[in-house]
T-cell receptor, first 115, second 113 residues
Framework: DSGVTQTPKHLITATGQRVTLRCSPR?????VYWYQQSLDQGLQFLIQ???????AKGNILERFSAQQFPDLHSELNLSSLELGDSALYFC??????????????FGPGTRLTVT | LAKTTQPISMDSYEGQEVNITCSHN???????ITWYQQFPSQGPRFIIQ???TKVTNEVASLFIPADRKSSTLSLPRVSLSDTAVYYC??????????????FGKGTHLIIQP
């Protein structure tokens, strides 16, 4: 158990809908990262927040957005869902602000299926 | 952006030492090399990180030659439970933005009895 929690574990929804994925980082960690993993694309970095502020941005679509709240939990919002958005979404956390200098702890993931 | 190249898959047998090499010809002076392990439907798990020469922990060793254009993750005496995907990441410890978070497709290691 990494100490990172993600909800829900599974999510099935229809095209065009909007969903919110939630992540709680390990106690003491200030950075939260979001990743998307699909069979054909591998593990793709989406976005990082550190202490409430966006720190780094990767291959995140404009239909996707995220935020980190004062209690440090984070939410990833996915809108106008398409079939291709079906994937595993992982959240990770680390203690510091830098993207690769600190060990990241990954959550169990949310499996999103868009039908 | 320091791109990495790893073998797509490898296989070995229980009890053997396994070495997975990652090529990173464009590695920058301030880049570090980090390896993660991922089991199916689970999040990746940090294995080891290094900058040069050799780093060893209770799980693996990381060998980095002087030119740092490649690195080798060494897993001693593997077991069936080491079957997983292994990712090599290269990026700076500070100010790297998204550069150090490119996981790529990784190396699928299969351990046979």
């Amino acid at each position: 158990d990494s100490g990172v929690t993600q909800t829900p574990k599974h999510l099935i929804t229809a095209t065009g809908q909007r969903v919110t994925l939630r992540c709680s980082p390990r106690s003491g960690d200030l950075s939260v990262y979001w990743y998307q993993q699909s069979l054909d694309q591998g593990l793709q970095f989406l976005i990082q927040y550190y202490n409430g502020e966006e720190r780094a941005k990767g291959n995140i679509l404009e239909r996707f957005s995220a935020q980190q709240f004062p209690d440090l939990h984070s939410e990833l919002n996915l809108s106008s869902l398409e079939l291709g958005d079906s994937a595993l979404y992982f959240c990770a956390s680390s203690v510091g602000p830098e993207t690769s200098g600190y060990e990241q702890y990954f959550g169990p993931g949310t499996r999103l299926t868009v039908t | 952006l320091a791109k990495t190249t790893q073998p797509i898959s490898m296989d070995s047998y229980e009890g053997q030492e396994v070495n997975i090499t990652c090529s990173h010809n464009n590695i920058a002076t301030n880049d570090y090399i980090t390896w993660y392990q991922q089991f199916p439907s689970q999040g990746p798990r940090f294995i080891i990180q290094g900058y040069k020469t050799k780093v060893t922990n209770e799980v693996a060793s990381l060998f980095i030659p002087a030119d740092r254009k490649s690195s080798t993750l060494s897993l001693p005496r593997v077991s069936l439970s080491d079957t997983a995907v292994y990712y090599c990441l290269v990026g700076p410890r500070t100010g790297g933005g998204a550069d150090g978070l490119t996981f790529g497709k990784g190396t699928h290691l299969i351990i046979q009895p």
